[in-house]
């Protein structure tokens, strides 16, 4: 982000995106105009990438004047927005055509984020290299070995791991890596939480690893999500909610809004807000239909409210990402099989159909 003062040397004059770059250093150019018509304000803005010379996102948003005078303005969270999740598809997008070598740190890491988030499994898998390629050029930074945990732990919970064990071990590698070289990251400390959550079924040494990631970042929205999640999983309903809602509070724009709500629904299962939970889990999946985690909370919360067939709806679509799924499956892998909201949620999935064995 480069101050208003620096841009303003730009006002008024026809300069192309490759002459601003040059002079400001900067990747990415948001420009336009506005016109006024009464109360009312029409802005029409792009965004170019400078290495390109491209416009990767253009469109004309309207709102009133006033709406400009508010701490929280609107039309300006509806624009950056829109350009936070440009910016990361333009990186996705750069890093499936260039090769890893030739690429920027920066492009590599949002690229990755990104990928490992709203690809499908072979595009999903493709994005450990892009990892590997930021451990190597940065040995002693937390975030790139944190962010490979993060992908250990999407793809067993996607279903595409192949020997849980082995890879539950190599995640707490790479976290206890990134931890040798930041022992107060937030990130590493939230994401091995998250290890010993999904992939060792840990909960009061993942719940302890998530409470020390907000300790030591209390901002930390990620940290706060899992946390929350983990509350969920333990039945504390109402302290789960509070923390993934606190989660979403501090990363409003966050380009992962759809994971940020779908582990949101799953506090609000936890807490019996069925109706809630239901609420967020489609808002979720107007953002990322490919998610087979949401579909499964959408299911368990039709089904608490007594709608079997519209659940027998949403588990058809869940089987579609992930047909392999079973009940005695599910139960293998979910952290909570052994307290009571995990017995509940798995008698929800064969309620709705689910095969028992398969």
């Not at 101050?3 to 002459?19: M, Q």
């Not at 750069?94 to 499908?120: A, D, F, K, V, W």
């Not at 945990?149 to 999407?154: D, E, S, T, V």
């Not at 679509?317 to 307290?339: C, F, S, W």
Request: aromatic share 6%; glycine share 6%; with cysteine.
């Amino acid at each position: 982000m480069i101050s208003r003062l620096s841009t303003d040397t730009f006002r008024g004059r026809v300069s192309d995106v490759a002459e601003v770059s040059a002079h400001l250093g900067a990747t990415y150019i948001l420009s336009g105009s506005y016109v006024l018509a009464a109360d009312r304000i029409l802005v029409t803005a792009e965004l170019s990438a400078a290495r390109t010379n491209q416009v990767v996102w253009t469109d004309r948003l309207s709102g009133g004047i006033g709406d400009l005078l508010q701490p929280e303005s609107e039309l300006a969270h509806r624009i950056a927005a829109a350009v936070h999740l440009s910016v990361f598809d333009a990186e996705v997008e750069h890093i499936m055509t260039q090769p890893l070598p030739t690429l920027e740190s920066y492009s590599l890491l949002l690229g990755s984020i990104r990928l490992m988030h709203r690809s499908n499994k072979d595009e999903f898998l493709q994005t450990r290299k892009a990892l590997d390629e930021l451990i190597d050029r940065h040995g002693r930074i937390a975030a790139p070995r944190a962010w490979l945990a993060n992908w250990y732990i999407l793809r067993m919970t996607r279903g595409w791991s192949e020997d849980r064990k082995r890879e539950a071990a190599e995640a707490l590698s790479a976290t206890r890596a990134a931890l040798d070289r930041d022992p107060s990251d937030a990130l590493a400390l939230a994401t091995e939480g998250f290890v010993y959550c999904h992939m060792l079924r840990d909960l009061d040494t993942a719940r302890k690893r998530c409470e020390q990631a907000v300790d030591a970042n209390p901002s930390h929205a990620l940290g706060w999500l899992y946390r929350g999640t983990v509350n969920a999983f333990k039945g504390e309903g109402e302290v789960a909610v509070a923390a993934t809602r606190r989660a979403m509070e501090l990363s409003p724009l966050d380009p992962q809004r759809y994971y940020f709500e779908s582990l949101g629904a799953t506090a609000l299962l936890s807490a019996h807000r069925y109706g809630e939970a239901e609420k967020l889990a489609r808002s979720s999946l107007v953002l990322n239909r490919m998610h087979p985690s949401t579909w499964r909370v959408l299911t368990i919360a039709l089904v608490s409210q007594g709608r079997i067939e519209e659940a027998r709806e949403a588990l058809g679509k869940m089987r579609e990402l992930e047909p392999q799924l079973t009940v005695d499956r599910y139960i293998g892998r979910l952290p909570n099989a052994q307290l009571e909201t995990g017995r509940h949620w798995a008698r929800c999935l064969e309620i709705a159909g689910l095969p028992t064995t398969g």
